[in-house]
């Protein structure tokens, strides 16, 4: 499977954005598919991720503010971003994995997209 992320770009703080994350290759449906996001000289860290029976988990820093969601029919998860902050602004990645270990962890995940930048200004 590859992965292909979108929807990046500049929003005003308190604005939304979805970014979309679509496979090819091979479903994903039967895998966890993670989002998680990367600032300037810090580490990429744990966003949202969400499993095959729909069960997703947040990092308490997006909880209530961010949304992901499948549609498996379309092999895309979207992640949508409301009440952005500028602290928001990162690179952000969509990832899949088998749905065993820690959702959160870099390692839980085995296939990487390129990437999208969201910049979030004040």
């Known amino acids: 499977v590859q992965l292909q992320a979108s929807g990046g770009g500049l929003v005003q703080a308190g604005g939304s954005l979805e970014l979309s994350c679509a496979a090819s290759?091979?479903?994903?449906?039967?895998?966890?598919v993670g989002w998680f996001r990367q600032a300037p000289g810090k580490e990429r860290e744990f966003v949202a991720t969400?499993?095959?029976?729909?069960?997703?988990y947040y990092a308490d820093s997006v909880k209530g503010r961010f949304t992901i969601f499948r549609n498996d029919a379309e092999n895309t998860v979207i992640l949508r971003t409301s009440k952005t902050r500028p602290e928001d602004t990162a690179v952000y990645y969509c990832?899949?994995?088998?749905?065993?270990?820690?959702?959160?962890?870099?390692?839980?995940?085995?296939?990487w997209g390129q990437g999208t930048q969201v910049t979030v200004s004040s």
């Open positions: 290759g091979r479903a994903f449906n039967t895998y966890r």
């Open positions: 969400i499993y095959r029976s729909g069960t997703s």
């Open positions: 990832a899949s994995g088998p749905p065993g270990g820690s959702y959160s962890a870099v390692r839980g995940y085995t296939v």
